[in-house]
């Protein structure tokens, strides 16, 4: 079968109602940072357990012919194709860490020709997609002479834990990596990275009216953020991606005193 021939099967085989059922029951599965300081994830979280364990495996599995490569808890990875070179790795993140405060979050309603829900933009949109166009490929019985690999990955704590242990047990090394992220179909050629920094600042307690006594921590927080706010780099940015940049995204102060009112007799 030629390309343009294969291309039209793939697309007469693609089953659009069934993609819409795929995201709206991936979309009733919590999958979402939790509220508060710590915002890593572990990949043996229950959550992330359950959804790739008993909602994406399952949905492979369905049709008795995908290959899968299990690497929980870290992930799993669906194959098709050879085996051999090509290969490309697909990629795409379990954990939902945008829209927190998102009403009936995990609703998976769909409605106005979307499905609603938690992570429908950032992840379980693209899982969607592609466990339906993975099947879709299957239906046209077309032999791929490269390999391609689709992983949904568990990573939640800005390593690369997972996509190393991932890499390690795929059967030959990817020629190429597409990261799947809301990007409004753009495909970008880099990616900015980030680098975690904790900074801790110890204060001496002291009350308010004699401030000189001790140490504030806020006040040496607020020292900090003037001193990252200050800060620059004699580089020129990346023409793409911009420059670099250093930003306070939490902060959290402990212990934290509270005041207790006792209310005594009569």
């Known amino acids: 079968m030629d390309t343009i021939g294969a291309l039209e099967a793939f697309d ?10 795929l995201a709206s029951e991936f979309a009733k599965v919590p999958t979402g940072v939790p509220l508060g300081f710590e915002t890593y994830v572990d990949p043996t979280d229950p959550q992330l357990v359950r959804y ?10 369905r049709d008795g012919r995908l290959a899968q490569i299990d690497c929980r808890p870290y992930g799993i ?7 051999g070179s090509p290969a490309i790795l697909v990629q795409s993140y379990a954990i939902s860490q945008h829209h927190q405060l998102m009403e009936d979050p995990y609703s998976g309603r769909v409605a106005e020709e979307r499905v609603w829900g938690r992570g429908m933009s950032q992840s379980k949109g693209h899982q969607a997609v592609m466990v339906a166009v993975l099947r879709a490929l299957l239906r046209t019985q077309s032999d791929l002479r490269g390999t391609l690999f689709w992983s949904v990955n568990a990573e939640a704590r800005s390593s690369h834990k997972c996509t190393t242990a991932i890499l390690e047990q795929l059967p030959v090394t990817p020629d190429f990596c597409l990261l ?10 880099g990616n900015r990275g980030r680098v975690d920094v904790a900074v801790t600042i110890e204060g001496t307690a002291s009350h308010s009216s004699t401030p000189g006594a001790g140490a504030g921590a806020i006040e040496g927080a ?24 250093a ?20």
């Open 247 to 266: 930003v306070v995204y939490k902060m959290l102060f402990d212990p934290v005193a509270r005041i207790r009112f006792h209310r005594g007799p009569g």
């Open 52 to 61: 790739i364990g008993e909602v994406v495996t399952p949905e492979l599995s």
């Open 222 to 245: 607020r020292r900090v953020m003037n001193r990252i706010a200050e800060l620059s780099w004699p580089e020129a940015g990346h023409p793409l991606l911009g420059q670099r940049q």
């Open 77 to 83: 990875v669906a194959q098709l194709g050879s085996g």
């Open 180 to 189: 799947q992220t809301p990007t409004s179909l753009r495909v970008s050629l």
């Open 12 to 21: 007469s085989l693609l089953d659009t109602d069934e993609l819409v059922e």
